[in-house]
């Protein structure tokens, strides 16, 4: 396959590591970077991630892909201008919600040139210096509702996903969002909510540094994700992550009830009960 | 230091791990294995994990130290009659929870022999073949009511986690109940939790399977941990997690109120609040 000039609008951790993968794998010609932070811009100048900068409307015109790796509140706000800059370019996202970005451009004249994507790859850090090497690879792709692009366009962003190692699944983005939520949205409500929880009771800020065991450490590391990415996520995806999250709470209530009645059958059983998700993590 | 004749009763996960850092260390002369499981004390002669496997009693006898590295409730059961049948011979648990054990022995006349610790040190996973080198490496350990243990015992209990390469922290075992109960329990609790929830509503399990990305994977890891061991703990630490997992449950039903109501600035200071946990773990 011909090599694309590309641009990646978002220059943080998603779009700087995806930035590297595309380099590394030979798939840009030119990678162009576009952030609305001109800091993160210089940084990704600096950390060459992109070859150059530019304002979006001159990435657009100078580009054959548009990669979108911005908040989804700003990918609903922005997309839609997209489309109506682009000539045949193909446009790509990579949020964690599906459902309002398509709705948003759905009867756009050119929504054949759009891909929805969400790849199941991220971390806690943010920001173009968080970007990272062998990103992505071996992670799941989700591309929804693919019927609606444009055969091209499709075909070319399968082909870059497998090029970087993923896995690609395609599904409608109904599921997807749903899907996401026990996923991944549930995980980091837990983490964020088990930070505070720890933060407000445990006053002695140094017993937690000097205490904390490995096992703290993996369920209250997703507490560091970046705000301004996670607020639009459970926004949007309202429905799906309250109908979880309120599931959570009440198992969350039998493991209070068994301990305050010292049922230790019940106990055992609920636990029993969650040892079964060594089916499906290995 | 002269190398001691070690009886570790309970060579799973947490005693066959500890046996494999006192020779990788030169701290025993002899490590003798104790199991009420007859096919664990097995696989521990198979995986040279001891030399030998004997009869409590035997055990005993035939050694210097008795390290106990069973579950709370088996702990509670067993240390009086084992400081009944000591000479000399220090005595040294592992368990998760100490104020029920040293209140259990607190009268003894040889309460002296008996060190109370608590290595912050695990897996989810148990069991003799889940004993894996470089445990407790780098990790704190907690003594209780160190003023309790004659000298020597204390001595030499030191010698031995500072030999594995651990940092040593004293703390009465009230605190360290309470602590533990912050950076251990509730997040054992979160993770079994969450893995219930995630089995509960995703019916598609081959959807959790291929989607399930990194940030999953870390919060519900701890929800492989074995029963046998969990359930006493919390049922031991019960006040203290009673406590930390009503807060917990407070501060989801705040995430809860903040996405019902849409209100974006309330969730925004939620998770900035949540952000603060980076001040303590890197």
């Known amino acids: 396959m011909e090599r694309k000039r590309i641009a990646i609008v978002g220059v943080g951790l998603i ?6 993968r595309l380099h590394e794998k030979k798939i840009s010609s030119r990678l162009i970077g576009v952030d609305a932070n001109k800091e993160h811009e210089q940084k990704a100048l600096e950390l060459e991630l992109v070859d150059e900068v530019m304002s979006i409307d001159d990435a657009i015109a100078a580009s054959d892909v548009v990669v979108l790796a911005i908040p989804v509140d700003k990918l609903v706000d922005l997309l839609p201008s997209i489309m109506d800059k682009i000539n045949n370019q193909v446009v790509v996202d990579l949020g964690s919600t599906k459902s309002q970005l398509i709705n948003a451009i759905s ?4 929504r054949g040139r759009y891909v929805a994507t969400h790849p199941m790859w991220g971390t806690e850090y943010s920001g ?3 970007a990272m090497r062998g990103a992505y690879e071996n992670k799941a792709v989700i591309i929804c509702n693919p019927e609606e692009s444009d055969a091209d366009a499709l075909e070319w962003v399968k082909y870059m996903y497998k090029k970087i190692g993923m896995h690609l699944l395609e599904m409608e983005a109904k599921a997807h969002d749903l899907h996401a939520a026990y996923v991944s949205h549930i995980s980091h409500i ?4 088990l930070a505070n929880t720890v933060l407000e009771k445990e006053k002695e800020e140094q ?7 490995a096992g703290f450490e993996s369920t209250v590391r997703l ?10 996520i459970f926004m949007q995806n309202k429905e799906n992550v309250l109908d979880v999250l309120k599931e959570h709470i009440a198992q969350l209530n039998r493991f209070r009830e068994s301990i305050e ?16 998700i060594k089916r499906i993590i290995k």
């Open 223 to 232: 507490a560091k994700s970046n705000p301004a990415m996670w607020v639009p």
């Open 128 to 130: 173009p210096q968080a």
């Open 261 to 276: 009645k010292e049922d230790n059958e019940y106990l055992l059983k609920l636990i029993g009960d969650a040892n079964k």
């Open 190 to 193: 837990t983490s964020f909510a």
């Open 15 to 20: 779009g700087g590591s995806l930035a590297i």
């Open 207 to 213: 017993a937690i540094f000097e205490l904390a065991s």
């Open 107 to 110: 009867n756009h004249p050119k």
